[in-house]
């Protein structure tokens, strides 16, 4: 399942009480909280390279599926960690956030869970 593309958020659910969770500010959950965010994955075998833009905020994150890589999260924070690639889904553990990222057609969801904290992100294909 190719997972290349460029995608829009459609979507969000759970957006300020996971953010807060992690421990984002309140200024900047309330910044983000209607931002369309874009994704872009590039794909290229098992090698992967995401870049999520949110307002000016610019996120990229480049790995090797079953290969350790280092991973910025929301907060900044760089973590060592291994993407697994199970058919159509990208999984990955952040500390206690545990990342489901499916593709299914022209969309894309995200599904991060912490604790009781559900957020998931829904995004369309734009390109």
Same mark, same amino acid.
């Given at each position: 399942m ?23 500010p ?7 909280k209607?931002?369309?965010?874009? &994704?872009?994955? /590039? ?7 995401v !870049?999520? =833009?949110? +307002?000016?905020? @610019? ?39 545990? &990342?489901?990222? /499916?593709?299914?057609g022209?969309?894309?969801?995200? !599904?991060? =869970?912490? +604790?009781?904290? @559900? ?9």
């Amino acid at each position: 399942m190719a997972f290349a593309g460029k995608y829009q958020l459609e979507s969000q659910e759970n957006f300020e009480p996971f953010m807060k969770a992690i421990g984002l500010p309140d200024d900047l959950i309330e910044k983000g909280k209607d931002i369309k965010s874009i &994704s872009e994955i /590039e794909q290229s075998g098992n090698n992967f390279k995401v !870049t999520v =833009t949110t +307002g000016t905020k @610019v996120l990229v994150n480049s790995f090797t599926v079953g290969q350790e890589s280092e991973l910025e999260t929301l907060t900044g924070e760089k973590i060592k960690t291994v993407v697994n690639l199970n058919g159509n889904k990208l999984t990955v553990s952040l500390k206690s956030i545990e &990342s489901v990222t /499916e593709v299914c057609g022209d969309t894309i969801t995200n !599904t991060m =869970t912490l +604790g009781p904290i @559900v957020y998931k992100r829904v995004s369309k294909r734009i390109s």
